[in-house]
Structure formats: C-alpha cells, structure tokens
C-alpha cells in the first residue's frame, strides 16, 4: 500500500479496502461516491454536516452489504474536522483517500453578485474552501504515517465557463484548482497525491434552486455528448483518482462535463 516503485507497477486501479473519507455524502453527488467506493470494497467514512442523511446514507451501503461508517462532521469547523478524522482512524485504523465534494451548492438562489448577501458569499468560500483545506488538513498525518495518500478535491466546470449568477461559488471552485496545485507540490515526497475533477451539469435526486431547464438546454448545447450528467459518470475518474494507478499524476484538475470545456 506504499508509494514505491514496486507497489506502483501493478497498474492496480482497485480500491479493495482502502478507507475512504467523503464529505457531503449525505446527499446527491457524494451519496454516490460513497456507494460506489462501497461497491468497489472500499471502507468508507459517510460524513455530512446533516446526521440523518449521512446515517441514512451509510446503513443503506451496510445494508447492501457494503463496510460504512457514518460521521457527523460540519466541514467549516476545525474541530468537527479532527472529530472525523479520529472518527476514520478508530473506526478503520487508516486513512487512505479524503473526497473533499461537501459545498455549498445545490441550495443557492442564482443572482448578479451585487445582491448576494455578503455573509452569504463569506460562508461559501468558508465551506467549499477553507473547508476542504482543513480536511486535508486533518487527515495528513494518517496519510503521512503511511507514505501514501489521495486527497480528490471538487471543483466545477463552471470555473472555465464563468458561469454567470453564482460568482462565490464559482470563485470557490476557482480556487480549489489553485489549492490542488499547491497542495501537491507540498505533498508529492510525502507519497500523496492531490488531484481536482471539475464536474459538469450533474443531475441528482437532490432539487437544484438555481437550475432550469434553460439552463440544462445550454449546456447539453456545449456538451459533446448528447445527455445530462449523472452521479455515476463522475466514478470511473474518481476510482481511477483513488487507486495507486495515478500515483504519476498530481495537481491535475480534470473536467468530467461530456465535453462541455476544453481545457
Ligand atoms: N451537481 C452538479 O451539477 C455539480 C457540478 C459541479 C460540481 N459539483 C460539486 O459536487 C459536489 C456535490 O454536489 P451536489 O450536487 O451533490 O450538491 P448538494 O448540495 O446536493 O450536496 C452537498 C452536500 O454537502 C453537505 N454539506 C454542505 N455544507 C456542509 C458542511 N459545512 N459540512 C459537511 N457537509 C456539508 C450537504 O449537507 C450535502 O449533503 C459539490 O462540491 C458541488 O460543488 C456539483
């Protein structure tokens, strides 16, 4: 399970029993994740700042008979953060890999950024930022007693677009690529690696305020693909982000939107 040479060469892509941290896995995007790392034998940490959905989401995986383990954990609080990481490490006795996807996002009311409220701007760029650093944060010396680690930060195609009405959370998104680049120039002779996926339109069970079928038009119009994303077409790179087969691949962000932007 370490860095070297020999571990590497056996372009392992499985994620057999690595323990892995989601955050926001109580709903949409992250629910899946947490499913699918369950699915593929991983032992996952279902954390949600919302203790119901992240219970519900962990004995529904356990129930398929997949290994889950539900934390409470508000990401924007440091404390709350090292309680989960504690949580991992007591429950499974590692930390292999951190999905940073807990954000502020489906619930926001897209608007010009003269009318969002200034406290509102402030706790997006909390939460989808500072948030995912101090989960890195916290799982770090697990993974650097370990010599080897995946931290998968979230990001968003609508950084390249610019999207227009949700500048915080595009600004957010903005700046988890910049936090990965930094991230594993810190990291790499630590044996972690730090990647971004930018996902595209992701259609989940969860209603998005600031989606209309205007919007799903224009970006089936950019796509490549002629269908709307869904949790499961964010999985393969996730896994393959996840396993010791990207182990030569570090501060990439990648775009997973059926070809919305060209980067
Ligand atoms: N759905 C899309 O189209 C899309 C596109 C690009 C990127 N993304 C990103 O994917 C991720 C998941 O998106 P989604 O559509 O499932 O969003 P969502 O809003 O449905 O789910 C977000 C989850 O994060 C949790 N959360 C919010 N604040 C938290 C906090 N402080 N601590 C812990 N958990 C917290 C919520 O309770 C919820 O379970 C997000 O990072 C989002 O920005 C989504």
Redesign the pocket.
Same mark, same amino acid.
């Given at each position: 399970m370490d860095g070297s040479t020999e571990a590497r060469s056996a372009f392992a892509t499985d994620v057999r029993d690595r323990v892995v941290i989601v955050?926001?896995?109580? $709903?949409?995007? !992250?629910?899946v994740y947490a499913r699918e790392f369950a699915n593929s034998g991983a032992r996952v940490i279902v954390? /949600?700042? /919302?203790a119901a959905?992240a219970e519900a989401a962990a004995s529904g995986i356990v129930s398929d008979g997949g290994q889950a383990h539900a934390v409470r954990? /508000? %990401?924007? /609080?440091a404390g709350?953060v090292e309680a989960m990481a504690a949580a991992a490490q007591d429950t499974f006795g590692r930390i292999d890999v951190l999905i =940073? =996807?807990?954000?502020?996002? +489906? $619930?926001l009311d897209r608007r010009g950024f003269e009318d969002i409220p200034l406290e509102e701007w402030n706790q997006v760029l909390h %939460? =989808?930022v500072t948030?995912s650093m101090m989960c890195a944060r916290a799982v770090l010396p697990a993974m650097r007693a370990a010599g080897w680690g995946r931290i998968i930060n979230? +990001? +968003?195609? @609508?950084v390249p677009l610019g999207l227009p009405g949700f500048m915080h959370?595009v600004t957010s998104?903005a700046a988890v690529i910049g936090m990965t680049r930094a991230m594993a120039r810190e990291l790499g002779a630590d044996g972690i690696t730090v990647n971004a996926i930018?996902? !595209?339109?992701?259609? @989940?069970e %969860?209603e998005?305020r600031g989606?209309t079928d205007a919007v799903r038009e224009r970006v089936l119009g950019m796509q490549c693909v002629d269908f709307l !994303?869904r949790?499961n077409d964010l999985v393969g790179m996730l896994l393959f982000l996840a396993s010791p087969a990207s182990g030569y691949m570090t501060g990439q962000s990648v775009a997973v939107d059926g070809g919305c932007v060209h980067l």
């Open positions: 955050t926001g896995a109580g $709903q949409g995007i !992250g629910r954390a /949600d700042i /919302d959905n954990a /508000d %990401v924007g /609080d709350s =940073n =996807n807990a954000a502020i996002f +489906s $619930q %939460v =989808n948030g979230i +990001s +968003s195609s @609508t959370y998104k930018m996902p !595209g339109l992701i259609e @989940t %969860v998005n989606r !994303g949790p």
